[in-house]
């Protein structure tokens, strides 16, 4: 499977980032630069993002990679979740979001994350 591809739910298409289970630093910067080169080349506000990041390795290195990731990331989306915080990684990923300003939400599953994502975006369209 493709670590960056679109997933749909009710309609959304959702950009799905998995790094999940990933342990080498030069595997996260792979999946890292293919992701934000895809997500930076699209218009503003314009990506719904889901991050996967069960059972990845963390460390200071790999902290500030994320905190210049995201905030990087931030014009082009529209809204984005996370999946696979707990622990060490939910320290983490709270240290990242003060860093970077952006409201990222962290929820239990991919299910339950793409529900979110796809009812943020339908409640944002105009009424027909």
Known sequence: MKRCDFIECK?????????????????????INESKNFIRSQPPKSMINL??????HFNGEIKELFVEYVKGNANHVFQSAIIGVDGLRRIVFNGVLKMTGRDVRCLESKQAAMDWLAERKLASLPLA
């Open 51 to 56: 991050a996967n990041i069960e059972g990845m």
């Open 11 to 31: 309609g959304v298409r959702i950009f799905y980032i998995d790094f999940s289970n990933l342990k080498n630093i030069e595997e996260i910067k792979a999946v």
